[in-house]
């Protein structure tokens, strides 16, 4: 996981020191450090790991990185550097469980295993193995959820020492060279091959003396040079760096220079950088790949905490645009409704006016309709009495207003009811003028009847 600041810790059996880094324009910077006593209680009883670190967690919990690496202590581990062609991470962590299967002498089922590619040369990978006990890991992991304590990788101290040895020596140096960091109970042995690290190893020296620590340091250095094929009278070709830590660094590097026949360089530890910052800088700068032995529940465990606060997050941002979505569905209902009220009340507000305009538009139509002298019965009898033939005599007369007119009386003959008829149809006054229904009378006329449509009739 790609992060822009790590908190490394590295944890010792007496003490738990740790310091947090973030990212600055010239590498990284120290955000806070600081030390806890993992030493005997006050009742001469060793408190368990889990009590320090909820003490550890209530004091500076707030201070941790969410990205926090713990080193282990890398003589309780087993490493080996092998060389293994560049293949993908899949045919690589196989390849690499094959070479463990070599040298480990547990069963792998009871070890937590990783691998860190170190170099790329030629088409091999120079490949870090490391294997450690898992009920370590376990205890470790337990100690930092019951206190409440994020725990992003697991480290081993010595790889993180070899950090800050290759930040310390700028140069690249060719041929072997052997770096030997001895801190307070611990010794570190890495061993480089043109720059690149062949050979990891640490062992505790509580209690050892330093003719010991040598004598260990030159017999482990005799078995690993015979890897190289080099014989005592080409050790000349090699060298050798000491950092020391609370000590004079003389004694170690003439015992080396004694027993090996080689010139050493000689430091202080406190020349080198801290070891937790090597383990916060190595989280910063691998972004998540690299050494982890951390257990692999644990990570699936992270995978679907992070997916199920992923799904949460989501289910969330859904319930909240759903109810912004009800809400807003809701307010435009509420003013659709507040609309149709308001329309409503108008409604009844005008419905008075509304039923006065429409009595006023039926009295103007009649008012209108009786002063339209176009159509007035006068108008229709003066037409009527000027088309009416010889021979037709008009005897009922009734008129309705822009309606119709219905003519009754006797002629003498069908042909003057007929010629009437058809100078009726000439008169553009009457729009229809329907067909006429005659009959005999007793005197020989006949009797006749004939309406004058002033509009279209409708049917």
Known sequence: MATDSSTGVLWRDESWRWI???SAKAGTESVDSGAMDLSVSGEGDRLPLVDHLKRFSKDVGRKLSKNMSVAVDGSQALMRVVSLPDVSAGEMTDMAALQLDKFLPFP????????????VKDGMCRVLIAAINRQLIEELGFACREAHIKLSR?????VAWWRQVADAEQEESAGIHVYIIAETGHAHLII???GMPTTFLAMPTFGLSEDVVVTELVSELRFQLAAFDNRDDEIAEWAAS?????????ELASGLKRDLGVDVSSHELPDLASVERGVAERAISLKGSGLDLSLEEWQIAAVTRKTRIRMAKTAVTLLCLWGLALGGMRAVLAWEQEKFRVIDEQKVALEPARKDARSLKRRIATLTAYHDKDRSAVECLRLISMNLPEGLDLKGFTYTKDKAVVLSGQASN??????FHKAMT????????ELPNYGSSRGGLLTFSISLL???DSK
């Open 414 to 419: 069908a042909n003057a009811i007929l010629a």
């Open 426 to 433: 000439k008169q553009t006054m009457f729009k229809q003028v």
């Open 192 to 194: 480089t091959k043109d």
């Open 454 to 456: 002033l509009e279209e």
């Open 154 to 158: 697991v480290d081993l101290d010595t």
């Open 108 to 119: 792998i089922e009871t070890q937590s295993v990783s691998y860190e590619i170190l170099g």
């Open 242 to 250: 000491v950092w020391v830590e609370g000590g004079d660094t003389s």
């Open 20 to 22: 947090t880094l973030r």
